[in-house]
């Protein structure tokens, strides 16, 4: 049987993904910035947070035009990090794009 890594430590992928669509619906629902922030606080690591973090911010400036290697020598990030950020963002229908449309009406 060919089972994903999470579902070899008991995690079945089937479980994450209705775990996460939870979370997306709860956090949804709250319209309350500093709850969310913390709940994020409370959820992940400190080195959780900024790799979160630092997905963004690489989308961010690939969008600006910030060419990958700049952003890999000036955040330290790997390039395959980036690449798939790269990758991602330029998709049809990318969520990627939809936020980045979203913040600049922040």
Not at 3 to 23: A, C, F, M, Q, T
Not at 31 to 36: C, L, Q, T, V
């Amino acid at each position: 049987m060919n089972k994903s890594v999470n579902e070899k430590k008991g995690i079945p992928e089937e479980l994450v993904d209705e775990s996460i669509r939870e979370l997306c619906k709860l956090i949804l629902k709250s319209n309350d910035e500093e709850f969310i922030y913390n709940f994020f606080v409370c959820m992940f690591t400190k080195p959780e947070l900024k790799d979160i973090a630092s997905r963004w911010l690489l989308v961010k400036e690939i969008d600006k035009g910030t060419t990958q290697r700049e952003i890999a020598k000036e955040f330290s990030m790997s390039l395959c990090k980036i690449t798939r950020g790269s990758r991602e963002l330029h998709k049809d229908d990318s969520a990627f794009r939809k936020m980045l449309e979203m913040s600049k009406n922040l």
